[in-house]
């Protein structure tokens, strides 16, 4: 007789378009009776943990549930199911090496022509005929062009501007409508639309089932998702939230599904041939027309085709990727234009404002004594590696017109005064300035891990167990227990266990899997090992696990585990107990 069950956790969890597939483990309390002739009726509890594995089919409400198989619980590998894996949130677990499959995955389902032959995929008409999404042009989302498009997960209102007079209207939407801004095709090009498109169609594809439960489980209203068009992401230390989780996942598989990896190189293959590419010596020009036909052929724009390059093998796009940006841009800035684009840019506001970059010698320069150094009078000026290596450490700028009276009172008014009614400055674009503020960040992280560092070597250990000084690690760190959890992999009963202080020591993973997720040195590690009477074995698994620690300084867990996977071994933080 069943006395008692309990929902424990649940695992396994997988998303299809409508379906939510996953396993619930529930722990059982079972009366077992038993008659016998001579001391009469016998009775005991077990306890018995079991699998249900469930299937739930959601639209915009739950359409059904029902449980597909019931088995014991045991340690055995997860079994394998369709869908791709998601978080607890419902989205989905997507790593850079996953896009690809990802992409053909799309495709397979919608589209299959483009995996067999080089032909431009027609993401309109598989957003309107295939998934049945209702696709809406002619509106303005934003004011300023910051949002290229929107997806609608449910029905509702939307807030639109008139295309002219940019007034502010309520319109009614149903669910699976694309909004696409009229300015994307405008201000942009037909490359930018369909990028924009297959963003919002993989929104719908693969994101809709986390706004459907959001809005029953919480009745939290996700009508529409706006993707704009320059989204931030957080730095390593920083917890990503779901909403950039997605971006980054729409962001990605945008290209990848119109220029499909298998049957794109076939197409630059066949361009190289036909340009003769291997015997020309104007590489260069050569790439452009290559570039440009692809662009044309695949309805994408010129540096979308140079980036597919790029990320499919062949390096040699980059030579033109950096022609082009030099082309339109420049790094040295007089004092006035630093000036208008801090007063009316709040990005490169934001940029001088952290401190990371300073304004020397007619450059925004990387804040660092690589490239900056003090001379006797306290001036800053660039160093000599700095005057060999522009391009490397400074910020580049575009230049762009505008009439006097945007300028008034962020130009000197000498400048205002002159006879032309427009006036030529430098504008900064943080998405042409990614490799600098890129190096920039890696920097200041080394510099913040070095002090780190150096400040849990001074932690006295002296009399104290494994826990306590991983928990004195964790306090000098600042973390909270979700934050601990999140960059370790490990569950909260670790955690536990280093705020109480229990007798039993941490085993050899769970100290490697919090030094990779703290991201500490391998003298702080060892000394964990120690505390725990615990060190590296001379095997190759072993020697795998220290490489984690020594060879992956400043990456996360997941990239560390990428690579364990990748030589077979067992993945660190799998969240099971310790």
């Not at 910051?146 to 609608?152: A, D, K, N, P």
């Not at 841009?329 to 404002?353: C, G």
């Not at 909270?480 to 993973?509: M, Q, W």
Request: include cysteine.
């Amino acid at each position: 007789m069943l006395l008692d069950m309990m929902l424990e956790y649940t695992n396994n969890i997988r998303i299809d378009e409508d379906t939510l597939r996953f396993d619930a483990i529930i722990s059982c309390t079972i009366e077992l009776q038993q008659n016998d002739d001579y001391r009469g009726l016998l009775t005991g509890e077990i306890s018995q943990w079991i699998i249900a594995s469930c299937e739930a089919t959601i639209t915009d409400k739950l359409d059904n549930l029902k449980i597909t198989d019931i088995r014991p619980w045991t340690k055995e590998k997860k079994p394998v199911v369709s869908g791709i894996a998601a978080s607890n949130n419902i989205v989905p677990v997507l790593y850079k090496k996953d896009l690809d499959a990802e992409a053909t995955a799309f495709l397979e389902k919608y589209y299959p022509q483009a995996l067999s032959e080089p032909i431009p995929v027609p993401i309109e008409q598989i957003a309107t005929e295939k998934l049945h999404l209702n696709v809406l042009q002619g509106h303005r989302i934003s004011d300023d062009f910051s949002i290229f498009g929107q997806i609608c997960f449910s029905k509702g209102k939307v807030l639109v501007r008139d295309i002219f007079k940019c007034s502010e209207t309520e319109m009614d939407v149903d669910r699976g409508t694309i909004l696409i801004d009229a300015y994307t095709f405008w201000e942009r090009n037909k490359g930018c639309v369909n990028n924009t498109l297959a963003h919002e169609v993989y929104h719908w594809y693969r994101h809709r089932l986390y706004a459907t439960i959001k809005q029953i489980l919480r009745n939290e209203k996700f009508i529409a998702h706006r993707c704009p068009s320059n989204m931030s992401y957080p730095s390593e230390y920083e917890e990503w939230t779901d909403e950039q989780r997605m971006e980054w996942q729409a962001n990605n598989m945008a290209p990848r599904i119109l220029m499909p990896i298998q049957t794109f190189k076939v197409k630059v293959d066949e361009l190289y041939q036909k340009y003769n590419y291997d015997d020309t010596p104007l590489k260069v020009d050569v790439l452009t027309c290559i570039a440009d036909e692809l662009a044309k052929f695949y309805g994408v724009s010129r540096q979308s085709a140079l980036i597919r390059m790029k990320e499919t093998g062949y390096p040699e796009a980059q030579l033109v990727l950096q022609q082009l940006d030099e082309k339109n841009n420049h790094s040295f800035i007089s004092r006035e234009d630093v000036f208008y684009e801090y007063s009316t840019n709040e990005s490169f506001r934001e940029l001088l404002d952290s401190g990371k970059f300073k304004y020397v010698d007619g450059y925004i320069i990387i804040n660092d004594e690589k490239y900056i150094l003090k001379d006797e009078t306290g001036k800053y000026t660039l160093t000599e590696y700095a005057w060999d290596n522009l391009t490397e450490c400074t910020i580049s700028f575009t230049w762009k017109r505008i009439k006097r009276s945007t300028a008034k009172g962020h130009l000197p008014e000498e400048i205002l005064h002159r006879a032309n009614d427009e006036q030529e400055v430098s504008t900064y674009d943080k998405k042409q300035n990614t490799s600098v503020t890129k190096l920039s960040d890696e920097l200041m992280r080394k510099r913040s891990r070095f002090e780190i560092n150096e400040g849990i070597h001074n932690l006295p250990t002296n009399g104290k167990t494994c826990w306590e000084y991983i928990f004195d690690i964790i306090n000098f760190k600042g973390l909270s227990k979700i934050h601990f959890c999140n960059l370790t992999g490990l569950g909260e009963e670790v955690y536990r266990k280093a705020e109480k202080n229990i007798k039993t020591d941490p085993s050899v993973r769970t100290i490697v899997a919090i030094a990779c997720g703290l991201d500490l040195d391998i003298e702080t590690a060892e000394k964990m090992l120690s505390l725990a009477g615990r060190s590296f074995r001379e095997s190759d698994e072993d020697r795998a696990l220290k490489f984690c620690i020594t060879g992956f300084a400043g990456q996360s867990i997941e990239e560390r585990n990428d690579f364990l996977e990748s030589y077979g071994y067992d993945t660190l933080g799998t969240k099971e107990r310790y």
